[in-house]
């Protein structure tokens, strides 16, 4: 019996649980994917647009990223009318702030006072939680670059990478995985991989709304990417390619050395029509796509060759040929750690697999000789047997 424990926000379950709350925060489990990242140099959050319906004229309302003040940005996963009430009482909040002390709110501050206004809904009868949830990024003088998500309960918690809305736990998995404390330039990457992983519908530049906060000149610069700036739908499919083939060379390279090889066919056609898309790519990225494709092509001679000894002595051409690039960005010297890591952990795989094989073929040749120089003093014997048989 349900005792209609859910029908009011003022009720607790047995079990101390305000069912109106939980299902406000499933409301949002359903919404577009919003997610953000803590980097060294800034922050970055991007939000899926959804468009319900092909005949919706999706340039009314199709703002997924709202900015609070000059200091402050946020993005909402939810009930779209909830989050309009929310967000102009973050601006005017954030106005007034301003305007009785001469200088912009702490980020913390603004989002305190909002949870505070959400957790007041969960307590009075005759209203309903909010059902939206929001991820802030910002900076203040007292904390640097701050990243902050709020749920419809009135929490609020601060992250260096988190995402709110459909898949969001698969997400998450994923950021745990991949987050190294990136740059803006491998948090833009990384942002783009768990999308693309997570969402239910290809991702494509039209349907990601993606803004990084930094500062500059000492002042807070926010901007929100254009198509040209995220990644095209041919780096799209080469970054997912490239991937994909990591992953069966990591699995078994000598079992799935025919489709690593069609794989790199392919990539080498994405990788010439990248380099066909001038002004779209930042050239030190091309260069690290173009270092990672001919990693893999070396891998792959190496398994072709014959003996193991050749294959180890290929493998150690590669950090030779191929050395990690640091990459110039801003003022920030970044290298991919991603990449390296991936590239050595798989070098070092392959390395182990051929030593073992070489450890075989050596053991096997020493048991070759050995039953040889057996099978020798064997006929030996059986010639002296038969020698002195005859002369008796």
Sequence with gaps: MARRYDSRTTIFSPEGRLYQVEYAMEAISHAGTCLGILATDGILIAAEKRNVHKLLDDTVLAEKIYRLSENITCTVAGITADANILINHLRWWAAQYKLSYGEEMPVEQLVQNLCNEKQRYTQIGGKRPFGVSLLYMGWDKHYGYQLYQSDPSGNYTGWKATCIGNNHQAAM???????????????????????????????????????????????????????????????????????????????????????????????????????DEKGLHNADMLMQYGRELNQMKLLIEAENCKSSEDKLSQLDLIPRHFPTASVDVGSHEVISHQSKETTSELRARTRAVYRADLRKQLLGEEKRRREESECILANEMLSSYSFINSAF
């Excluded at 991989?193 to 500062?215: F, G, I, S």
């Design 173 to 275: 998995s994923l950021l745990k995985q991949e987050y190294k404390s990136p740059t803006l330039a491998e948090a833009k990457k990384l942002a783009v991989k768990v999308l693309w992983k997570t969402l239910d519908v290809k991702l494509t530049n039209e349907k990601v709304e993606m803004a990084v906060l930094t500062r500059r000149d000492g002042k807070t610069v926010v901007e929100e990417l254009t198509a040209a700036e995220m990644l095209t739908s041919s780096e799209l499919s080469f970054l997912r390619l490239l991937d994909r083939t990591k992953k069966l060379a990591r699995e078994d390279l000598s079992a799935n050395v025919w489709k690593v090889n069609a794989a790199i066919i392919y990539l080498d056609n994405l990788f010439n029509k990248l380099q």
